[in-house]
């Protein structure tokens, strides 16, 4: 039975670990290591409720645990040690330089925005989750959840309007 129950966590974690990682590091404004930390954290949560969430709904569980932990992360003045980078992997074949610029510019965006609007925004547009459940996941009202939506789409389209251009 335990193993089991190890066998299906693990498959679990195996297939939604890239996804549910980028959506931590979006929640934390593309602070790679902090992600990490967030989703390793929401991660073993998850493994003592496994049981009771096993055939339901497993991953919004932990996107409710990775909202509610990076809203938490953000209050606070010192996380600990700060690693450094590491040396960077070799270009892959053509260039990347634009998608990764305009990705970094959105993360740096996204991490200007309050915790609050920043999981709104991820989970409602990047997520696609629908207003309740967005309200669900944050712990509030569906309209203070749209609101968070509302005022961080807002703030992001001033903060990236520089590049974007009229079409026509």
Known sequence: MEQTRAGEYD?????RWSVLFHLARLLTGGDRHRAEDLLQESLVKLWFVWPKVADEA???YVRKVLARAAAR?????WWG??????LPETAAAG????TVAERSRLEAALAQLTPRQRAAVVLRYYQDLPD???AQTLGCPVGTARSHAAR???RLRRLLADVIEPVG
């Open 132 to 134: 309740r459940q967005v």
């Open 11 to 15: 498959a679990f974690v195996a297939a």
């Open 58 to 60: 497993p991953e919004a």
């Open 95 to 98: 260039d990347m330089s634009a």
């Open 152 to 154: 961080g789409v807002a």
């Open 81 to 86: 040690e700060r690693p450094v980078a590491e």
């Open 73 to 77: 992360s953000a209050r606070r003045r």
